[in-house]
């Protein structure tokens, strides 16, 4: 191990809960500035699945800096661009990914990747020089000024000079340090579940979007020669709609299924395909936003410090970037955890306030229409801008990506190092 960064202050003793996109990340860079890791994932192995995920702006810059661009590049996606379809599977407007490596991605990402992909490439990065315990997850803490005692679901104890919530959206972490009664959740009124079916010839790289009246939306994208994702999306403000998150699968899938049965298009065969899915996920679309990421020495990182949602585009690369910016804190005054904590919340929030600041509800809203006629106005108006080049120049000409001009601060640590 020997010293850190040549500064003659020990390695801490770094203790991550969650072994996903953040949590790997940070472990990453903690472990090249020469601390000692242990990530705790409840889950009995690596969690590498999920949905389709994109990286943009600064997420790419982030994996750039890892040493790992090339490797991500070697497992994207092959999406063409976005259709809008009516309900015999017609395309009325497509979009097509911005490839021209200049600008703004557009709905697809030319960076566009299986999380459980993602996922894996950053274990393969990390996993040599961290300790990883699976199947075992955090009961508790309690801090002093010195330390922080971890118990954990086997029964055993530890003691760590910093713990790291990195447990997602619906962080423990994050209750257990937040105020009693403090929500942190900052909703949309939209709610999305998806699966996979296996592929069929019609299934081609472009994704398909059906809107279907009553505020509903249907994803079809196939990621690979075999399956296809299906994605269910509804606006609904119910006490019924937010609970089902928590209810056993079999209860998600009947929800989702008497939701949508009447929808038209390919519904039936999606429905179907839900019984023999390898996963369900259904999610309320959420923002976690708190003012405050860490108390004493338990810090947040990634969704479970500020989630931004699916619809920011940037929730992924959020997570590597704050990863990013926490180790290089860390790194930079590993005798000083409170100012290394203060630190990483200055220099990240503004970007932060930037990505969450694109998720407008009222846009959400327009592009999720109530009535059959509405639907046939915003398939009329996108398919006159896709006509026109719209979103075509519109991506090529911007100056930024959703990151704003925020720019990542110097590298965490010399990957050399290692």
Known sequence: MGMVNGSGARPLRVLVAGGGIAGQALAFWLTRGGHRVTVVERFPALRATGAQVDLRGQGIEAVERMGLLDTVRGKLVDEAGVAFVDARGRARATIMANTSGRGRQTLTSEYEIMRGDLVRILHDASKDDTEYLFGVSIDGFEQDEQKVIAHFSDGSSGEFDLLVGADGQGSRIRQAILPEGFDPYWRVGIHMAYWFIPR????????????????????????????????????????????IHREPVERQREFWASRFRDAGWQTTRFIDGMQT??????????????????????????????????????????????????????????????????????????????????????????????????????????????????????????????????????????????
């Open 200 to 243: 069929i010839a019609s299934d081609t790289n472009v994704r398909d979007t059906y809107m279907v009246p009553g505020g509903r939306q249907i994803m079809r994208r196939s990621h690979n020669p075999t399956e296809t994702q299906v994605y269910f999306v509804m606006r609904e403000k119910s006490e019924e709609a937010s609970a």
């Open 277 to 418: 899915s390898p996963f369900f996920y259904s999610q309320e679309i959420v923002q976690v936003r708190t003012d405050t990421w860490s108390k004493g020495r338990v810090v947040l990182v990634g969704d479970a410090a500020h989630c931004a949602s699916p619809y920011s585009g940037m929730g992924i690369s959020g997570g590597l970037v704050g990863a990013y910016v926490l180790a290089g804190e860390i790194n930079r005054h590993p005798g000083d955890v409170p100012t290394a904590l203060a630190s990483y919340d200055s220099v990240l929030r503004p970007f932060v306030d930037e990505i969450q600041g694109e998720v407008n509800p009222c846009l959400l809203r327009l592009g999720m229409p109530m009535t059959q006629r509405a639907i046939d106005a915003f398939q009329a108006a996108t398919a006159l801008a896709c006509f026109l080049h719209v979103p075509d120049l519109a991506a090529r000409f911007s100056k930024e990506d959703r990151g704003g001009s925020w720019q990542l601060p110097e590298k965490p640590a010399p990957i050399s190092a290692v």
